[in-house]
Antibody
Framework: QITLKESGPTLVKPTQTLTLTCTFS??????????VGWIRQPPGKALEWLAL???????RYSPSLKSRLTITKDTSKNQVVLTMTNMDPVDTATYYC????????????WGQGTMVTVSS | QSVLTQPPSASGTPGQRVTISCSGS????????VYWYQQFPGTAPKLLIY???QRPSGVPDRFSGSKSGTSASLAISGLRSEDEADYYC???????????FGGGTKLTVL
């Protein structure tokens, strides 16, 4: 059974850097075709894709946020970390991590999400 | 402003068939598969349709997806009250080199 869980601060101040960790089980990020992505959703708004890291360490970022994002993986710990710099109140959202593999070619299993508020 | 365009709302009565559209462009829907997600308030999205018209294991066959040109549709037949949720389309955009989502459609079962 594949599960993912996001963790990190619930409140960050403007200009600070956000670090979120996705801890997963039930799959290996060293298996060909597997990836873990991050998607966020501001309150009452639509989903927005942020980043994706593949089993071979290929990384993809949202063009609009690329300069602020870094995604890394620790295969031995079954974790993926997303950092977002220069946080702003508009970055207030629920942040999800999700599993991706070649079976569905999409984010098929999602974590429960973690709400991050940006406020001074 | 989402790259993929969905109607903000849709509605139907129990037993009806409803469709939700998703409009894109040649760089996204026109070249790639479309995916559909169902999301209930306060919960994570659930994959409903992958590769434009395939259902993951466990998804009822009342849900179906289709794609034509630069548009896609999600159809729900035999509408039930438990289908009341938000629905999102998604695909890869070759020009942006990234995943894009629609703005979401809130489905109300009257």
């Amino acid at each position: 059974q594949i599960t993912l869980k996001e963790s990190g601060p619930t409140l960050v101040k403007p200009t600070q850097t956000l670090t979120l960790t996705c801890t997963f089980s039930g799959f290996s990020l060293s298996t060909s075709g597997v990836g873990v992505g991050w998607i966020r959703q501001p309150p009452g708004k639509a989903l927005e894709w942020l980043a994706l890291i593949y089993w071979d360490d290929d990384k993809r970022y949202s063009p609009s946020l690329k300069s602020r994002l870094t995604i890394t993986k620790d295969t031995s710990k079954n974790q993926v970390v997303l950092t977002m710099t220069n946080m702003d109140p508009v970055d207030t959202a629920t942040y999800y991590c999700a599993h991706r593999d070649n079976m569905h070619d999409a984010f098929d299993i999602w974590g429960q999400g973690t709400m991050v508020t940006v406020s001074s | 402003q989402s790259v993929l365009t969905q109607p903000p709302s849709a509605s139907g009565t129990p037993g009806q068939r409803v469709t939700i559209s998703c409009s894109g462009s040649s760089s996204n829907i026109g070249r790639n598969y479309v995916y559909w997600y169902q999301q209930f308030p306060g919960t994570a999205p659930k994959l409903l349709i992958y590769r434009s018209n395939q259902r993951p294991s466990g998804v009822p066959d009342r849900f179906s997806g289709s794609k034509s040109g630069t548009s896609a549709s999600l159809a729900i037949s035999g509408l039930r009250s438990e289908d009341e949720a938000d629905y999102y389309c998604a695909t890869w955009d070759d020009s942006l080199s990234g995943w894009v989502f629609g703005g979401g459609t809130k489905l109300t079962v009257l």
